[in-house]
């Protein structure tokens, strides 16, 4: 017990773990760039500025508006560390020691200073700060040599630290490739290879083969100028894709890309170009780009020597664009929201898988022999690829309706799709299922038949999910499980309904495994107060990453839920709680700074009163607000959490 309480005693404080200092360095001569560099102390990590919608609270910047500058783009930031998450079930992105933002701006070249502020969140393995936001000071040539940098951790209006804010005629410093970028590369070059394969086994790539092999048997007068026709050839397929990313690139740039991914209209309009692609691809329609564009290529392809090979490998990309075309785009805007060079890369993989088969071939004829006869088969792979492209149009549109919170493809919704997709896809496998432009089906191929049998255990594993299983082979694809019908799983399968709607205390609700909890302190404390139950604060987050681990570790322990749930009174306090207060409720705290939202008097409370200000943290009281033993912070040990529950409801008289 005496080595508890020195545990608890140690999250009794302030914690501060991020200094932000402020620096300018000259693009050109009417552009600058404003430079907010966060040093993190050891162990703690603060979150990137993308973060999944049901996620912790982002990291995010905003700038006062002046005539005298204007802003040029987004804040840019560092490449950080990109982990699965298990609490949320999604990838997040956050930053460790040292971090710069970047913000671009043009300005006619006057003395100013900028203003703005960062409103950030900060973790690290046993508990998180509440949000806070701090004012940055950026001084532009001529104003002032230097320049504070405000932090206010918690609410505190205190100058931590004075930083130089200094002008680098020289261009910025670039960030060093990191492991986890290389990996993301690897994996984004991984997957367009295959993707390239893929677009291979189409009807509108694969039968362009032995057109090729003709061709290059009339251009090439002997076995070496074969050899050295088909490298060029290949080289000119991987120039033409490569370059396609490049382009994409440079006009939009990789930041404007990762922006439009959580655009509400591009994820609108994209899935309907899925939609589209994937009923043409079930043989519906065919979509063709004007004969005009491939005639044009195909006169140009006749000439002889490079130019004409470079055509005739600009034909190719042409000519299949009706089937590699939704696969571009998907892999493009995959590889885009990873920034830098990934669209690069991603054009890389896939032309090279492309390019690769095509330029063997075409060095070596005889090899045609070897191939597998054009027919039914193709159309197969095409229809597979439909049903693929359906499936991932989802994507898009539940993208668009987890920005907007609509709950119209909520999770249960959204597998449920995707499992009638899949199932319908294993029936055509099988052949209990035909389409336009198939070939009579006599038997069942080995092949197809092992894509059925993956196809139909795929489908099978996702229908646990409606009733809440986690389903971490799609963990990404789908909403997240607290946004569906019932966050629970369907029929609560979690816990059982402990209350009805009528049994529950006035100004309750139905928390974790069906835990009565209030979300007001002076609710709880009168609820508390007539039943005569002892209180326990949860001062906690809805972006409070060990905060769930808490919920879903610790407290469904059968002798803590019975103490949640019958001996203690619940009380949670979300500090990030973004609702505006009433207007009579706004107020000033101790340390200057003006109250105006639900979250925030929780986490002025919890400091005023506790002096901590860390989540999850948590307190037992009486109904006079005395503490009954030392809070508690995040401690996944079952019997000391338990330990501390016990002693706290002994001590209550």
């Not at 430079?35 to 912790?56: K, N």
């Not at 080995?446 to 999910?465: A, D, E, H, K, N």
Request: glycine share 8%.
């Amino acid at each position: 017990m005496v080595g508890l309480l020195l545990t608890t005693s140690s999250f009794s404080q302030i914690y501060d773990p991020v200094d932000w200092a402020t620096s300018v360095e000259k693009t050109n001569d009417s552009t600058y760039t404003l430079i907010a560099t966060a040093t993190i102390e050891d162990g703690w990590h603060l979150y990137s500025q993308e973060v999944p919608d049901g996620g912790p609270i982002a990291t995010e910047f905003s700038y006062k508006e002046s005539d005298d500058y204007a802003l040029f783009g987004e804040t840019i930031e560092e490449e950080g560390n990109t982990i699965q998450d298990p609490v949320f079930e999604m990838e997040i992105t956050y930053f460790e020691d040292e971090v710069d933002f970047r913000q671009q701006i043009r300005y006619s070249g006057a003395p100013i200073k900028v203003t703005g502020e960062v409103t950030f969140m900060v973790c690290d393995d046993e508990r998180c700060l509440a949000p806070t936001t701090e004012e940055l000071v950026f001084a532009l040539p001529g104003y002032i040599e230097k320049g504070t940098s405000i932090n206010m951790a918690a609410g505190q209006n205190t100058a931590k630290k004075t930083a130089a804010a200094t002008v680098s005629k020289g261009p910025a410093v670039a960030n060093t490739t990191t492991p986890k970028k290389d990996r993301d590369l690897l994996r984004i070059f991984i997957i367009a290879f295959l993707s390239g394969f893929a677009a291979l086994l189409t009807p509108c790539v694969f039968p362009m083969i032995p057109m090729t092999v003709s061709f290059f048997t009339k251009q090439s007068k002997n076995r070496a100028k074969g050899i050295s026709n088909a490298i060029i050839y290949g080289l000119s397929i991987i120039v033409i894709y490569v370059l396609l990313g490049s382009l994409v690139t440079l006009i939009f740039g990789a930041d404007s890309l990762n922006a439009l991914s959580t655009n509400v209209w591009f994820n609108l309009i994209f899935f309907i170009i899925l939609v589209v692609f994937a009923v043409s691809f079930m043989g519906a329609f065919e979509i063709m780009l004007p004969s005009s564009w491939s005639t044009k290529i195909d006169s140009q392809a006749d000439r002889s020597g490079f130019i004409g090979i470079f055509f005739m490998a600009l034909a190719l990309a042409i000519v299949s664009f009706s089937c590699t075309g939704p696969i571009v785009g998907t892999l493009l805007v995959e590889a885009a929201s990873n920034g830098g060079l990934a669209p690069v890369i991603g054009m890389l993989g896939f032309s090279m898988a492309i390019a690769i088969p095509f330029a063997l071939f075409a060095a070596f004829p005889g090899w045609l022999n070897s191939l597998p006869k054009s027919g039914g088969w193709l159309n197969t792979v095409k229809v597979v690829l439909g049903f693929l492209e359906l499936a991932f149009a989802f994507k898009f549109l539940s993208n668009a309706d987890l920005v907007m919170q609509y709950h119209l493809l909520e999770r249960e919704t959204f597998l449920a799709i995707w499992i009638a997709i899949f199932g319908v896809l294993s029936l055509y496998l099988f052949g209990r299922i035909t389409l336009p432009h198939d070939s009579p089906l006599p038997h069942i191929s080995v092949g197809r038949l092992s894509l059925g049998i993956l196809t139909l255990t795929f489908t099978v594993y996702m229908i646990p999910g409606l009733w809440g299983a986690p389903l971490q082979w799609i963990s990404g694809f789908p909403p997240p499980l607290q946004y569906s019908e019932s966050p629970y799983g369907v029929g609560n399968s979690r816990g059982g309904a402990a209350f009805s709607a009528q049994e529950l205390p006035e100004d309750a609700e139905l928390g974790p495994y069906d835990i009565p909890v209030f979300k007001d302190y002076d609710n709880g404390m009168a609820y508390a107060k007539q039943v005569n139950k002892p209180v326990m604060l949860d001062f906690t987050g809805y972006a409070c990453v060990n905060c769930r681990k808490m919920e879903e570790r610790v407290w469904p322990d059968p002798q803590i839920l019975e103490i949640l749930k019958n001996k203690v009174v619940l009380v949670s306090l979300y500090v990030d709680d973004k609702r505006d207060l009433p207007e009579n409720e706004i107020y000033t705290s101790t340390n200057g700074k003006e109250i105006t939202t639900v979250g925030g008097k929780w986490s002025d409370f919890q400091i005023e009163k506790y002096r901590a200000n860390a989540q999850p943290y948590y307190v037992l009281i009486d109904h006079d607000g005395n503490n009954l033993n030392p809070p508690v912070a995040y401690n996944p040990h079952v019997e000391e959490y338990l330990a501390w529950l016990q002693e706290g409801i002994g001590n209550f008289k």
